[in-house]
């Protein structure tokens, strides 16, 4: 007789208690850094920046982008599960 492997797929969890609010505190989350991305992306619209302001706004503008992917990456494998 032939055996048949049954492959089945586990439908995820529902989200914890924990996981909820987490789901909910990164979409706060990567409003406000969007929103303070805009902001930077405005300032650098300005003509009359110096060096030193393009090299501070610059370095947090790359930190800011690191953390919203972590963040936006945390909240879509949250979003799949709800």
């Known amino acids: ?6 492959i089945t797929t586990a ?8 996981e909820q609010r987490e789901f909910e ?3 706060l ?11 930077i992306n405005m300032v650098f619209q300005q003509e009359d920046l110096d060096h030193e302001r393009i090299k501070v706004l610059g370095k ?3 930190t800011l ?9 945390r909240w879509l494998k949250l979003a799949e599960r709800d």
């Open 65 to 73: 982008v690191d953390v919203l992917v972590t963040k936006e990456t």
């Open 29 to 39: 989350d990567i409003q406000k850094l969007e929103q303070r991305k805009e902001e």
């Open 1 to 6: 007789m032939e055996e048949v492997e049954v």
């Open 25 to 27: 505190q990164l979409g």
């Open 11 to 18: 439908k995820p969890k529902k989200l914890s208690y924990n």
């Open 60 to 62: 947090e503008l790359s």
